[in-house]
């Protein structure tokens, strides 16, 4: 008997480390809590389903996360924290499994974890309001009004909500929400009194110059072609009839053809001369154009009009 005791001791051993290193393997197998989904409610489904996910994919972050969350609704507050644990293990810069990990702490009573997980929370996601809060209230209840009221003061600016109760009911634990307020009040009101100006228009309606084209180096500029005035060499669009002119024969009679002058250009001095020799002309023929002769006088005397002249005073003779 003494011979076998030591034989049956390792093979009890030997069988509890196989089945804790199943159990280590893949942990999600037959958890403790899979004899409790019974009930048939949605609750246990999701609970379920959540696990059959795990161990396919038993290093995923947010489903260790997820099943956390379903397991303290459950009423399983350890197995929720480890869960918690495996997601932030998973993914160490997973900041809502450190969220999630600290209020599962905080509620169990392990507040220096709890501390330590917001401050994680707060270091990968620095504007995350919740976790602010969550380290107001540590900081509140290890007496550092100074750090709880700039934890408070940072919260309710980003999220103002948690200043509802139907929203954070926890903010009722606290007592320096008054206090906190007043320290974010400068600037929160600077931030509601800026008005801030559009561009002037004289500033807006300013265009850019236009750049001036590249000049091409001396070897590259081509020297333009004389015109090509034989409508026999020009080219035509593709499609359209191409009409060659007939010359005339010899015993045709032309009309004559106008001579065309050919426009020169004009010299401003020769036109300054030629305006100063057309004056000349003109004073010279106004000098020599003889004088007007004045009018003749009328040598027969005017007769005064009727009613200036006198009355007829000659009486005809009596019959």
Do not use: C
């Not at 020599?288 to 009727?306: D, G, R, V, Y």
């Amino acid at each position: 008997m003494k011979r076998l005791l030591p034989i049956v001791t390792l093979a009890a051993l030997v069988a509890a480390s196989s089945a804790f290193a199943r159990q280590a393997k893949n942990p999600y197998e037959n958890p403790f809590y899979a004899k409790y989904l019974n009930t048939g409610s949605a609750l246990d489904a999701q609970i379920q389903r959540t696990l059959d996910a795990l161990r396919q994919t038993p290093e995923s972050a947010p489903l260790h996360n997820q099943l956390g969350s379903l397991l303290v609704q459950k009423g399983f507050p350890r197995d929720a924290e480890r869960e918690f644990e495996r997601s932030v293990d998973a993914d160490r810069h997973y900041y809502a499994g450190w969220y999630n990990l600290g209020l599962v702490r905080a509620a169990n009573g392990d507040r220096i974890g709890a501390r330590r997980a917001f401050y994680r929370t707060v270091d990968l996601k620095p504007g995350h309001a919740a976790a602010l809060f969550q380290l107001g209230l540590i900081e509140e209840q290890r007496q550092n009004i100074d750090r709880a009221m700039h934890f408070y003061a940072k919260a309710f600016s980003i999220n103002p909500a948690l200043l509802d109760v139907d929203v954070n009911p926890r903010i009722l634990d606290s007592h320096l929400t008054d206090a906190a307020l007043l320290q974010a009040y400068p600037q929160a009101h600077s931030r509601a009194s800026m008005q801030f100006q559009g561009a002037p228009v004289a500033v807006r309606e300013r265009t850019a110059p236009e750049a001036p084209s590249p000049q091409a180096a001396p070897r590259n500029v081509v020297t333009p072609g004389a015109p090509v005035t034989d409508p026999s060499m020009q080219s035509h669009p593709p499609g359209q009839a191409v009409v060659i002119p007939v010359p005339p024969s010899s015993n045709t009679a032309q009309p004559p053809q106008p001579a065309t002058q050919t426009a020169q250009p004009r010299d401003p001095a020769a036109v300054r001369a030629a305006r100063a020799a057309r004056q000349e002309e003109l004073r010279r023929r106004a000098a020599t154009k003889p004088p007007l002769l004045p009018k003749p006088a009328n040598t027969a005397p005017e007769q005064p009009p009727a009613s200036q002249q006198p009355p007829n005073t000659t009486t005809n003779p009596p019959q």
